[in-house]
T-cell receptor, first 114, second 115 residues
Framework: NAGVTQTPKFRVLKTGQSMTLLCAQD?????MYWYRQDPGMGLRLIHY???????AKGEVPDGYNVSRLKKQNFLLGLESAAPSQTSVYFC?????????????FGQGTRLTVV | AQKVTQAQTEISVVEKEDVTLDCVYE???????LFWYKQPPSGELVFLIR??????QNEISGRYSWNFQKSTSSFNFTITASQVVDSAVYFC????????????FGGGTRLMVKP
């Protein structure tokens, strides 16, 4: 059982380049999330999805776009990378609203924008 | 708006000492969930505990215990007889009932346990 898988695990981008981070979950979870982790700030929510074909903005959405074309996949795109987007990105998924609200996290993607 | 504060950014203890990590939260919801996650040096996030707002019973799991007090909006985490393997960053998080399971994280506490 793979759980939540993120690709790639590491990436270096030049300012202005674009890239897509892929998150895949095999637990049939409805909810998926993208967070970024910066020193001293914990994890902050970028975008999230409550089901296939739906997305919504989180706390820090600027500079990012997302898509949820398939239930198991949640893509995070950077159209024109900036040094301020250097961070560790985590994808997570959870079953649904309600009692079972544990989120399962991927291993993280370390992105450096130079 | 929901907020989680972990005032201790770094704690250093010697092995076998007890240590308490503090977590204070703010929410206007009456129904919410509180979590603790561990992030070891390898970087992944490991779920430790989930507690809903209607259950104020303290919980003990081996060397770990959690003290939830709604009166002070705190959800503190104690490690008894700490070990070097406990060295990690620990995050407290809050999820409001009407917020789509979104987690709001505290800034994290880095715990260093020295042999």
């Amino acid at each position: 059982n793979a759980g939540v898988t993120q690709t790639p695990k590491f990436r270096v981008l030049k300012t202005g380049q674009s890239m897509t981070l892929l998150c895949a979950q095999d637990m049939n979870h409805e909810y998926m999330y993208w967070y970024r982790q910066d020193p001293g700030m914990g994890l902050r929510l970028i975008h999230y999805s409550v089901g296939e074909g739906t997305t919504a903005k989180g706390e820090v959405p600027d500079g990012y776009n997302v898509s949820r074309l398939k239930k198991q996949n949640f893509l995070l795109g950077l159209e024109s990378a900036a040094p301020s987007q250097t961070s560790v990105y985590f994808c997570a998924s959870s079953y649904s609203r309600g009692f079972n609200t544990e989120a399962f996290f991927g291993q993280g993607t370390r992105l450096t924008v130079v | 708006a929901q907020k989680v504060t972990q005032a201790q950014t770094e704690i250093s203890v010697v092995e076998k000492e007890d240590v308490t990590l503090d977590c204070v939260y703010e929410t206007r919801d009456t129904t919410y969930y509180l979590f603790w996650y561990k992030q070891p040096p390898s970087g992944e996030l490991v779920f430790l505990i989930r507690r809903n707002s209607f259950d104020e019973q303290n919980e003990i799991s081996g060397r770990y215990s959690w003290n939830f007090q709604k009166s002070t909006s705190s959800f503190n985490f104690t490690i008894t007889a700490s070990q070097v393997v406990d060295s990690a960053v620990y995050f407290c998080a809050l999820s409001e009932n009407n917020a789509g399971n979104m987690l709001t994280f505290g800034g994290g506490t880095r715990l260093m346990v020295k042999p």
